[in-house]
């Protein structure tokens, strides 16, 4: 029996599509939860929103977060409600060139 492709939420593409304009941080998790090294090297580091941390937790997982300026966030939220983020406004492509690109599909 062939298996069916799972759908791909557009909303999602797009918010992962404007994640790829902003800056990226790797760090590794070692003894602390994954969220707790993250907000340890944001606070250390100063870095300022927005901005991507990938938390390696072990040799097999990642996890992803988004630093806003509302807080620390799952990077797949911001993805699937990157309208409610004003930081990531700056980087979405005007919605005029959005249906250029589908009508010339």
């Known amino acids: 029996m062939a298996r069916r492709r799972k759908r791909k939420s ?3 593409q797009e918010g992962r599509r404007i994640l790829e304009h902003v800056p990226q941080y790797s760090i590794e998790s ?4 994954p969220v707790t090294a993250a907000r340890k090297f944001i606070q250390s580091e100063g870095i300022l929103p927005p901005a991507l941390l990938l938390v390696k937790r072990n040799e097999h997982t990642t996890d992803r977060y988004f630093w806003a300026e509302k807080g620390l966030f799952g990077a797949q939220y911001v993805e699937e409600n990157h309208f409610l983020f004003p930081s990531l406004r700056t980087l979405e ?5 959005e249906l250029l690109a589908l009508a010339g599909r």
């Open 10 to 12: 557009r909303r999602r």
């Open 30 to 33: 070692g003894e602390e939860k």
């Open 93 to 97: 492509p005007p919605s005029g060139q």
